[in-house]
T-cell receptor, first 114, second 112 residues
């Protein structure tokens, strides 16, 4: 089975801190994604990557950056955390080149910025 | 751009009731359509999918049919169980695309 592992289930950080959220997948997927999930808003795409060192902005990239130095690892960085970034963050991965390929998700990181 | 609209929740049903969660989409071309489920405290997991018009996806008693003429992919189950209580997301992946587009999610509560 595909496994997508996020480094933390719960995080509490202070306003202004630099925050790193790590995600690792073990099935050699080309594509990796970071979403945030908020009540009533569903999942919104922050950034995605379709190859090592490649990254593309999603729908809400402001205040975030990403890093993909190895194929299996995709990091989300909050340069200066703010209270409006309190949310559930979900990492996902998928294969390229297949019709209807599904996304596999990690368990999520619930981040609270105080 | 592509989008997904699904019925707002929460939906509250008694055990063994019939479930329908409506989902409609807007997309160019021929997207693939998905239903994902999120159980409490977990990430999303694929429930079922359909990749072309008139396809029916099914899993764990849930079904959904890809209706291109009505741009819909409604989720149904004939008899829900308490263990089906979760949040359900309708989603699409555009033809040749990387990004899955999700609806806002519908929370289902099933009472014993």
């Amino acid at each position: 089975d595909v496994k997508v592992t996020q480094s933390s289930r719960y995080l509490v950080k202070r306003t202004g801190e630099k925050v790193f959220l790590e995600c690792v997948q073990d099935m050699d997927h080309e594509n990796m994604f970071w979403y945030r999930q908020d009540p009533g808003l569903g999942l919104r795409l922050i950034y995605f990557s379709y190859d090592v060192k490649m990254k593309e902005k999603g729908d809400i990239p402001e205040g975030y950056s990403v890093s993909r130095e190895k194929k299996e690892r995709f990091s989300l960085i909050l340069e200066s955390a703010s209270t409006n970034q309190t949310s559930m963050y979900l990492c996902a991965s998928s294969l390229s080149g297949l019709w209807g390929t599904e996304a596999f998700f990690g368990q999520g990181t619930r981040l609270t910025v105080v | 751009g592509d989008s997904v609209t699904q019925m707002e929740g929460p939906v509250t049903l008694s055990e063994e009731a019939f479930l329908t969660i409506n989902c409609t989409y807007t997309a160019t071309g021929y997207p693939s359509l998905f239903w994902y489920v999120q159980y409490p405290g977990e990430g999303l997991q694929l429930l079922l999918k359909a990749t072309k018009a008139d396809d029916k996806g099914s899993n764990k008693g849930f079904e959904a049919t890809y209706r291109k003429e009505t741009t819909s992919f409604h989720l149904e189950k004939g008899s829900v169980q308490v263990s089906d209580s979760a949040v359900y997301f309708c989603a699409l992946l555009g033809a040749g695309g990387f990004k899955t587009i999700f609806g806002a999610g519908t929370r289902l509560f099933v009472k014993a």
